[in-house]
């Protein structure tokens, strides 16, 4: 079997595109703040005061994932739990005044860093990539979500190109050596 050009291949190029954007992060913006980290105290400026599970659907992380950021976060007097004083049972997230100060810093900085990442890009390309790969984000989280592929008409899962199509190994061909399924895909 002949090699396949990795560079057709969006999980590979995705996986690049993260590794260039963790190292710009990381000299660019914070060694102390992840990305997830920036996100959970963005998302509580925006919206301050809500619970754990909320935040988790607005940053898209899971429920084991965003507990950890938050202890981190916490742990760093970013953020404190208090109650609800709606609802004596339930927890909210509120900023502290230094998580405050650090997503000020940290907006400015992740401004410039989307401009050398992007910079390859002219605007009009820039919003391209932008919308497609939230519409792809979109769809990736949609198959996340057990309730929602649950209740999805089932979907192909095979991802097929012209070449394996024109050479007979197209999902139509029963030959399953050529293809490759969505999540090994979504892998390399």
Sequence with gaps: MPPVDLSTHPGHLARRMQQAHALLWSTMVSEETTSPQFAVLNTLVEKPEIDQRTLSECVHLDRSTIADVVARLARRGLLVRVRDPQDLRRNVLRLTEEGVRVHRRLVTRTARMNRVFLAPLGPEERETLMRLMARVADAAEELRDPEATAAREPRPTRVTDEA????????????????????SAAGG
Excluded: L
Excluded at 165 to 178: L, N
């Design 164 to 183: 394996e199509v024109a050479d007979g190994a197209g999902p139509e061909s029963g030959r399953g050596d050529a293809g490759e399924t969505a999540e």
